[in-house]
């Protein structure tokens, strides 16, 4: 199903450099390491590749009531969008469930906001091992209510252009929250965008780094706090019986990526459950290269056509 050419290869020096730093710091040593420990080693690497916003947003801080009190997290405005008409889309940052905030994917929701015209949430919900599944969930939830509700609508937010993104633990959350309001009730979702998600407990083959299988499996059990969670569909998006009546999806995965299955077979599913799904795979390129956005074009190609999608599903009928 991938829409790129294999090229079994990093995309270009920049790429091959990131992931020979990525595989030197995320390690088993650093899975041993207490969770303040790993969180402080993940900061400092994902400083060594941030870079400024882009101009022509606005961007503050702000709390959202949730489940457990106020979460927390950046607001992205388009600078001088008309009030009353502007799409929202929740975002939810990757990490392994454990890691990351939305400083370490300010890049990422930076870009989508001005690229695709759109207001952006990026969110700081609960991490594991504190928190087990379904907190950072109900989190996201917490966030997609706020976008829709009173609140949103003094923000000028239209509550009928609202999606969902996020990549990797943070696909696997926009995932699963389509699942939930499908099947629980809530607002209604015009489109989720998925970047590299993970979607099953599934052994996952090769890998190194932060995707090696013994570093899946630790985030996996630190994410499901001894629960046995592999069947069911909002913590594994894959295990859902039926993807029916689910909002339009894109969906964009990496061809170094050894979890990349994850997200073809999403995507096939929902195309044989008639959902519209447009579907990825980026030749070149690992996991985590949300990083590399200002370093390498083919991953700021990759995304540019994902914000595109984005602000196309969100546009006036």
């Not at 989720?192 to 052994?203: G, R, V």
């Not at 299988?213 to 996996?220: D, T």
């Not at 594994?236 to 909002?247: C, F, G, I, R």
């Not at 990825?280 to 949300?290: D, E, K």
Request: proline residues 7%.
């Amino acid at each position: 199903m991938s829409d790129i050419a294999a090229t079994a290869g990093p995309a270009d020096a920049a790429i091959a450099e990131f992931m020979a730093a990525s595989d030197a710091t995320f390690t088993a040593a650093f899975d041993a390491l207490p969770i303040d420990r790993q969180r402080a080693i993940y900061d400092l690497f994902w400083q060594r590749y941030h870079a400024p916003r882009p101009a022509g947003i606005a961007v503050s801080e702000i709390n959202i009531p949730g489940p457990a009190g106020a979460v927390r997290a950046l607001h992205y405005r388009p600078e001088g969008a008309a009030t009353g008409s502007l799409p929202a889309v929740a975002y939810f940052h990757g990490g392994g469930w454990s890691l990351g905030s939305p400083e370490s994917h300010d890049i990422a929701a930076a870009r989508l906001c001005q690229r695709a015209g759109v207001m952006v949430l990026n969110v700081d919900y609960r991490l594991s091992p504190e928190h087990r599944f379904p907190d950072a969930l109900m989190d996201a939830l917490a966030a997609v209510n706020w976008l829709a509700g009173e609140e949103g609508a003094r923000q000028g937010i239209d509550p009928a252009r609202l999606a969902v993104a996020g990549d990797s633990a943070g696909g696997n959350l926009a995932a699963a929250l389509c699942l939930w309001l499908r099947d629980k009730g809530g607002p209604r979702l015009r489109f989720q965008a998925l970047i590299y998600p993970a979607l099953t407990a599934a052994p996952t083959p090769g890998g190194s780094g932060d995707m090696s299988p013994a570093a899946v499996s630790h985030y996996l059990q630190a994410y499901f706090g001894g629960q046995d969670l592999s069947a069911n569909p909002y913590a594994m998006p894959l295990s859902a019986k039926s993807l029916v009546d689910l909002p339009p999806a894109y969906i964009l995965t990496a061809e170094l990526d050894p979890i990349r299955f994850h997200g073809e077979d999403y995507a096939r599913r929902l195309r044989h459950a008639g959902i519209t799904c447009s579907y990825t795979c980026a030749s070149g390129l690992p996991h985590t290269f949300l990083r590399m956005l200002h370093l390498s074009s083919r991953a700021a190609g990759a995304f540019a056509d994902l914000c595109d999608a984005t602000k196309a599903a969100l546009s006036y009928d």
